[in-house]
């Protein structure tokens, strides 16, 4: 969703793009709430250079920054961060009404998203 919505309305209309994104987050709670279904929207990582060293090659100087900003992390209720590293896959809990903060391994079959459910820490 990120990198449609940063498409949509570049950076000059940043303004107007966080007024949309408040009425999506709404629409999609109240589809959540009725109709008892989760409702997963995927943000990407961008880079936020430093303008001294933009021409430099050093990654030190670079930060990992949400496309959709830092505001977006206060609209939702849950977050879900997956990562891989060397072919192994992670699902960690960052943010839950409901649940701790917790990690655990997962691997995608055809049956869908599997938990290990003995990985949990």
């Known amino acids: 969703m990120g990198s449609i919505v940063r498409r949509q309305f570049g950076v000059e209309r940043s303004i107007e793009r966080g007024a949309i994104m ?6 999609f709670k109240r589809i959540a709430y009725t109709f008892n279904i989760a409702v997963v929207v995927t943000n990407h990582v961008t880079a936020k250079m430093n303008n001294e060293n933009a021409t430099t090659s050093s990654s030190n100087n670079n930060a990992s920054i949400p496309a959709l900003g830092a505001s977006w992390s206060h609209w939702i209720n849950s977050r879900l961060h997956l990562s891989i590293n060397n072919n192994a896959r992670r699902i960690h809990i960052a943010k839950s009404p409901e649940l701790p903060e917790l990690s655990c391994a997962y691997r995608v079959t055809d049956k869908g998203v599997e938990l290990d459910e003995n990985d949990w820490q």
């Open 22 to 27: 408040c009425s999506l987050s709404s629409s």
